[in-house]
């Protein structure tokens, strides 16, 4: 993980003398169609259920070119195979389908809200046994992995922003013989690529960073493991949680520009949290270091927090995270949310407006909550 840039450094030439891409060219690039002439630039949307007999895929459930091209645009980015699929949770769902009867599986406490339902949901069904740590305490979470056949990590944590020691739990996770999952949704694979720290999978809700533009759900999962690989494509064959032709081009569209997002939407978020701490409404900043993810926690409480979210014209008051657009919510006015999470945050999601401007429309709101 770099916590500097929002595109990996390092060595320019591989091994081979061959020069490397750096993720910006990756992101431009990979999933191209092949450059012959006349050529189309852009993969097209290929609307079709059925293929002609004789071929590899047969039916669209099983394959389908425009998802090709964006599982080649992600799986180079995070430096693996990827899968799309209809959702983030569908791909949630496909990595807890993964583990045997009653299996143990390990996750943050704070993870995604529909990660923890679809294993509560599980665990209470007796499919499953869940245990939810907590993902800064890495001897606790090391002491968990014990007998686990899965270890969830989601790291920045979602809405708490937590950050776990992927590279140390993982270690402890594959000594226990369990797969290492990272939910890599709030980091996006231009600040943190778990695959070089061994994990096993990857998870993305493409819904959010990836796509960018609030107008898409889809899910994707990538792995270097060609087994695992085939595993999780024979179950996505098999419950047909597969995206849409169109989501899948919108998402491609998206990912092209996702260096240029998140390299914005970070510096966005570190000015804010600057200014914001000096700002007598807010008693706590929550940031990572890194990424576009913000929580705040007021002087004057909950009350505070439903008032601001009413109060701006730019912030938009809504759900969900990762687009261009800054949008906020208090997080408890979910009845469904950890009971752990304060009941006055307010999780931001620093869009790429021009910094001044969203600080002007915080600041008028925030005044008048200490007015
Ligand atoms: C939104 C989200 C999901 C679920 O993805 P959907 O595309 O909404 O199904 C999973 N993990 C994280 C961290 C998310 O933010």
């Known amino acids: ?30 999933g191209r169609p092949e450059r012959t002439p006349d050529a189309p630039f852009n993969t097209p949307v290929t609307l079709a259920s059925v ?26 980015l995070e430096g693996g195979r990827c899968l799309s699929f209809a959702s983030g949770l569908a791909a949630v769902a496909c990595v807890l389908d993964l583990v045997g009867q009653g299996a143990k599986v390990v996750m943050p406490r704070h993870s995604y809200q529909g990660s923890i339902m679809q294993l509560a949901d599980l665990e209470a069904r007796g499919r499953l046994t869940g245990v939810l740590v907590d993902i800064e305490d890495t001897a606790a979470v090391i002491a968990a992995c014990e007998d686990a056949a899965l270890v969830w990590l989601e790291s920045p944590t979602n809405p ?42 990857v998870l993305h809700s493409a819904t959010k960073y990836i796509s960018g533009h609030s107008d898409v759900l889809m899910g994707a999962l990538i792995t270097r493991d060609e087994q ?3 595993v999780l494509k024979k179950r996505r064959d098999l419950t047909g949680a597969v995206p849409g032709p169109m989501e899948a081009w919108l998402a491609l569209r998206g990912l092209r520009t996702l260096h240029l997002r998140v390299e914005r939407a970070q510096d966005n978020a570190r000015e804010l949290v600057r200014r914001l701490g000096e700002h007598p409404a807010i008693a706590t900043v929550r940031y990572p270091g890194f990424g576009a993810v913000v929580g705040v926690e007021f002087t004057q409480g909950a009350l505070a927090a439903d008032l601001l979210v009413h109060k701006t ?26 009971q752990t999470i304060p009941e006055d945050l307010v999780r931001m999601s620093v869009g790429v407006e021009h910094v001044d401007d969203l600080w002007d429309d915080l600041r008028i709101a925030l005044d008048t909550l200490v007015g």
């Open 228 to 230: 695992l690989f085939d």
């Open 313 to 338: 014209k730019i912030w938009v008051h809504a759900t969900s995270l990762g687009g261009v657009e800054s949008t906020f919510e208090r997080r408890r006015r979910w009845k469904t949310e950890s």
């Open 51 to 76: 293929y002609v007999a004789g071929g590899d895929t047969e039916y669209g459930r099983y394959g389908n070119p425009t998802w090709t091209a964006f599982e080649e645009a992600l799986g180079a």
């Open 160 to 201: 708490a922003l937590e950050v776990a020691d992927i590279p140390a739990i993982t270690r402890a996770a594959h000594a226990a013989g369990a797969y290492v999952v990272v939910d890599n949704t709030f980091a996006t694979p231009l600040l943190q690529q778990p695959l070089a720290d061994d994990v096993d999978l």
């Open 1 to 30: 993980m770099t916590d500097q840039s929002p595109v990996v450094s390092g060595s320019s030439t591989s091994p081979d003398g061959q020069p490397v891409r750096r993720p910006a060219t990756v992101a431009v690039h990979a």
